[in-house]
């Protein structure tokens, strides 16, 4: 399986929009990106505090 190579900004902004779609728990998200919660619920507060990019 080849290597997907994506920078670090595209992997919070997917993980933000999955997130809220609803479909997932926080800790299945986490477990899917690699990320521990506390990374996860860190990414979330940046978001509302300072929206996209």
């Keep these: 399986m080849p290597w997907r190579e994506s920078c670090a900004m595209d992997q919070r902004v997917r993980f933000i929009s999955e997130q809220r779609t609803g479909l997932w728990t926080m ?27």
């Design 27 to 53: 800790t299945e998200l986490c477990e899917r990106y690699e990320i521990s919660r506390k990374t996860g619920y860190k990414w979330l507060d940046r978001y509302r505090l300072e929206g996209p990019g």
